[in-house]
């Protein structure tokens, strides 16, 4: 997986690229983790990601816990229709903000 990094403004944008599973869900964690203690708003663009498991999704439980403690912002935006299945069947999609 590879991991872009580009603030837009008061938003920092984190764009996805390949599979977020157990090998890759601890570089997505780091990033993640360093991102929250600096930016307010987060936005991980997942149009290039294909594939999550339940690592990916633990790390995206956990980001969405620590941004809420500290009174941030995280959302998902461009989400393949195999990956939103994943969201909706897990019930994801009603935990995390995707837009």
Same mark, same amino acid.
Request: with cysteine; charged share 25%.
């Given at each position: ?47 290039? $990601?294909?594939? #999550? ?5 633990? #790390?995206?439980?956990?980001?969405? /816990?620590? $941004?809420? #403690?500290?009174? /941030? ?9 195999? $990956? ?14 995707? #837009?």
């Amino acid at each position: 997986m590879e991991i872009d990094k580009a603030q837009n403004g008061d938003i920092c944008v984190l764009t996805l690229t390949g599979r977020l599973d157990t090998a890759t869900s601890p570089k997505l964690q780091e990033i993640l983790t360093e991102t929250i203690s600096s930016s307010e708003k987060i936005e991980l663009d997942f149009a290039a $990601v294909d594939y #999550v498991s339940s690592a990916g999704l633990r #790390v995206l439980l956990s980001g969405e /816990k620590n $941004v809420k #403690v500290n009174g /941030k912002t995280m959302t998902l935006k461009n989400i393949l229709p195999e $990956v939103m299945e994943v969201f909706e069947i897990t019930g994801f999609s009603g935990i995390l903000t995707i #837009v």
